[in-house]
Structure formats: C-alpha cells, structure tokens
C-alpha cells in the first residue's frame, strides 16, 4: 500500500490551499474547506520524511465519528465527509489558541511538575501528585497556535484575556465546551474499556457562531490508555499501556531526536513505516470499535478529487 503524503488540486472556485503538517485544507469561495487528511505524520512539530499508508484514512475517519457523536454539545464545522480522507466544512476564522484539556498528569505537563513546576497555564497543581495521576477535576492548559515551523507554547486564560487573543465572552463559551466535551469523550472512550487522558480542541468562528474546527479525539490530538491495568500500573508506578501517537515520539527519543535543531530524524525503514501504519489501525479498531477497512491507495488522488467534486456539485457549489 502506498502513502499519500501530498495533494495539489485545483477545485472550481478554490481561493487558496494550506498545506499544514498533516492535512491539506482547501478554501473553496471562502465558504467551505476541504479538508485532505494526508498520511503524513508529524511530531514534536516535525514532519517526518515518511508516510504512514492508511493513517490520514483513519484519522479523518475517527474525527468525523467523534464529530457527529458530539454534535448536541456544540456547533461543529463539519458538513460532510465525501471520501474515507476528506471532510468538507464550513470555514471558520480559528481562534489563536490551542484548547487542551487534561484529566491526568503525564506527558509535558509531567515533565513540568517533576521539574518543580506548580503553576501550569494558570492551574495550581496539588502537591505529591505522581506521573499519570488523575486530577480532581480536568484542567484545561491552552497553548497559542504557532505559525508555521514554531512550537505551540503554554499561556493562561489570564494572559489570553490580556493578550485580547479571544475575548472574555468567546472565551468563556469554548472553556464550557471544551469540558463538556472532554467529558463525553470520556464516556465514549470509556465504552470500549479506554481512558481518555487528554487531548485538544480547536475553535473558530464564522459570522458571530462559535465553531468547533479541526479533528477531535484522533491519537494524533490525543493520548488514550487501556482502562484495564491502569489502577495496578498506577500503584506499582508502571507505565501505562497508551494509545497514541506517543509511541512514535518514544521511538524518535530512543533514537536521539526530541526536535531540537540539529537532531537527525532516525531512518525510517519498510519495518518501522509498517509497524507504525499497524498500530494506527490497533488504534482505530480500540477507539471506535469497529474493523478497519482500508480504502483503495490505487488512483487514490482520482478517487478524492471525484467524490469531492461530486460533493461541490451537489450543493452548487462548483
Ligand atoms: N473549520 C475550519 N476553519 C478554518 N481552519 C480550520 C478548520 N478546521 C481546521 N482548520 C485548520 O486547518 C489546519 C489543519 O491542518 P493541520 O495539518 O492540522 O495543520 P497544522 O500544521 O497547522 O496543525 C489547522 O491549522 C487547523 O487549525
Ligand atoms: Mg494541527
């Protein structure tokens, strides 16, 4: 199987394209976006020189479940989803921040504590908490959304008010739907025997209605862990049995390469391309529930810009 790791189409009405570092986003009259989950994969902001064959597939495909089944809590941006790696939507003016929301102390939020942090994005940490923890209650710890090649960093809703980044009252509309949906991530998460640790939520506006943009829940915005053994894995100090991408960042650090300037990307052999495109579809069939079918990779890029234009066509918007 193939990876797709780049489109360039040129839709009718098409006003522009982003190339982020997974999906590529289409803007079609400055109404919709189509959005084209690639099989890039990216971390510590960097996009490896690899593909993953069938990860844009899943991604795409586990933002658009948990979209539809989240609808009743907040307006969402999607419309449609007319190919298994393309969702179409409305376009929304994104709120420079990241939302991100955390029921457990682990990954960089860890790192800080054990250094001695307490102060986390405005949130005082409890003392004698250990990694992997759960919190009282979630915190929500936003970073600003970085241009392109920058690291996201942290900020306080206090620093984003003052910053005049979103205003008090948009503010306090995505911090209620950010925990409420958080919390049915949760619940969903926790119907097939997963915890879902953390993960982030981007917002957007179009005219005065406040959106929820982007993918949600995928292992790529988020990190799961197996309910099962947590407890014991916790009282021991194990480490938890994750699902999520951070098993590629564990394989990156084990080979020398956190991100830093400098760092080479270690060499991404058939082996590890493959073991990487099997574990994403282990997470896809634990996430949702249901078996993983992979779209044909064959004329993949006739196959999206047909369904998309049958789509445009459809709703005259061609
Ligand atoms: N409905 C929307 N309106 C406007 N922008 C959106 C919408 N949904 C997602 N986006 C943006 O599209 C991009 C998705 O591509 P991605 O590969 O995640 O890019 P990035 O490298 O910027 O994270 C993100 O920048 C995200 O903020
Ligand atoms: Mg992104």
Redesign the pocket.
Known sequence: MAAITHTDFNFPKQKSV?H????D?YNINDDV?V?VASDRISAFDVILPKGIPCKGQILNQIAAKFLDATQDICPN?KLATPDPMVTV????K?FPVEMIVRGYLCGSAWRFYKNGGRNLCGNILPEGMRENQKFPTPIITPTT?AEQGEHDADISKEEILAKGLVSPEDYAVIEDYTMKLFQRGTEIAAKQGLILVDTKY?F?KAGDKI?L??EIHTPDSSRYFYAKGYEENFAQGLPQKQLSKEFVREWLMANGFQGQEGQQVPEMTEEVVNGITNRYIELYENITGEKFVPADTENADERIYNNVMNWLKEKGKE
């Open positions: 982003y982020g570092k997974v999906r986003v976006l959005m941006w939507g409305v376009m929304c994104g959304k981007e957007g959106y943009i982007d």
